[in-house]
């Protein structure tokens, strides 16, 4: 009765540990949740207002398929102003959330059997959208040494003709490295002068705490055309529920773009994206200082990583993720996945819930969240450090 295509999809790591905390808490437990790929702070009060007003003012029927011209025209203006590169309204499709922004994409350049390179670790929904749209995931693998970071003539083996597209996560989730403007310049350069589109997914791009970061559309006008940057307010303002993503791209392909999305969704909700232009045009500073809050806390993890024996990570540059590397406990724990296992331990001696490392196609690491509260922080710290303890 299924489709091959349902048949393919993996059920989502993180819905799925999320079900266990639920279990858990239903009999009485305290979870510290550090799994969650979701700010922990809320959305900024003018926003709030701005929707509410939406609907005051009926603002509650159909809109334009690629969203509100002023929505539109406060992306371009953001994109200008915060990342170098000049986008007409027209060229920007307003979406529900990036990842439906990455659907349209897929859908818009791959035809059945086409390859689209994915770095691993990957964030979970690539591998799963590619399959769904036809396409053939590719995984090219990061060295550790190298913060995962890939360079051209890692990822030039793996080209075939069928080659379509590259998907670049900048910053990474799930281990928080970020590619600087000359390495994301020698990465792509070449790999446009190969023909393949790069999907530049810049949904954490609030969350960069050094400089030198560079959004892949603003190197040139040639990488600019074979560009799709994906973004959004989910992270950057505290919007998950909004569900307001977008695409950039080349003014055709932008029209190709929001002709699929208006048959699938139309467009998103019209109060959302009401919230969503007052985040972006009056919501600036306050996502700055929770930038330098995220910055806190990983500045606290790391140093706390330092003495906890057997773990250790690549330091992050960005997002709100530590990808810590639990390769040392691969003799002393038995069970098909390391990843798997340690994360069962950790959630059902020590009340800590992390994500494991294979649904990002890492087994020997945990994705830690730190959009959560410092003491909650340091409190799961302390846990994770009296687990590897007793391991050692
Ligand atoms: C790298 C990355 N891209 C896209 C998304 C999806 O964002 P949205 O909630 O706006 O669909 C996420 C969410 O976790 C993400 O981590």
């Keep these: 009765m299924l489709s091959k295509r349902a048949l393919a999809m993996t059920p989502s790591m993180t819905l799925g540990i999320n079900a266990k905390v639920k279990t858990l808490e239903a009999e009485g437990k305290k979870i510290i949740d550090l799994s969650i790929g979701e700010p922990d702070f809320l959305t900024p009060d003018i926003a709030k207002e701005a929707g509410k007003a939406a609907i005051d003012n009926n603002m509650t029927r159909y809109g334009p398929a690629s969203g509100s011209l ?12 915060e990342n170098g590169v000049e986008y007409a309204p027209t060229d920007i499709v307003v979406t529900s959330g990036a990842k439906h922004a990455l659907t349209i994409a897929l859908t818009a350049i791959l035809d059945p059997g086409d390859e689209v390179i994915i770095p691993v670790p990957y964030w979970v929904s690539y591998p799963e959208i590619v399959k769904l749209v036809e396409g053939v995931p590719v995984f090219v693998h990061g060295k550790k040494e190298n913060d995962f970071k890939l360079t051209f003539e890692e990822v030039e083996p793996f080209i075939t003709e069928k080659t379509k597209a590259i998907i670049l996560t900048n910053p990474s989730n799930p ?8 390495e994301v310049e020698a990465l792509v350069v070449p790999l446009v002068e190969r023909g393949l589109m790069i999907l530049s997914d810049e949904i954490y791009e609030r969350q960069v705490y050094g400089e030198n970061y560079a959004s892949v559309a603003s190197l040139s006008p040639k990488v600019k055309e074979h560009t799709i940057l994906v973004n959004g307010l989910s992270k950057s303002a505290a919007m998950t529920g909004w569900r307001i993503g977008y695409t950039a791209s080349e003014s055709k392909l932008a ?31 306050e996502m700055d200082d929770r930038r330098e809050k995220y910055r806190e806390r990983r500045d606290v993890i790391l140093d706390f990583i330092k003495d906890v024996p057997g773990i250790d990570c690549v330091a992050p540059e960005g997002a709100f993720y530590v990808f810590l590397d639990i390769s040392s406990l691969r003799e002393k724990v038995t069970g ?8 069962e331990d950790l959630l059902e001696k020590h009340q800590v819930a992390l994500v494991p490392g294979i649904g990002f196609g890492a087994d020997d690491f945990l994705r830690l969240s730190y959009a959560a509260s410092m003491d909650d922080i340091k409190e799961a710290l302390r846990r994770i450090k009296m687990y590897m303890e007793q391991m050692q």
């Design 175 to 182: 281990t928080g490295a970020v590619y600087f403007k000359d």
């Design 255 to 285: 029209k190709v773009l929001g002709n699929i999305s208006s048959h699938l969704v139309s467009h998103p909700s019209t109060v959302s994206q009401e919230a969503a232009r007052a985040a972006l045009e009056h919501a600036q500073s």
């Design 336 to 343: 098909e996945s390391l990843s798997l296992q340690v994360c």
């Design 70 to 81: 002023a929505l539109r025209q406060a992306i371009a203006k953001k994109l200008k102003e």
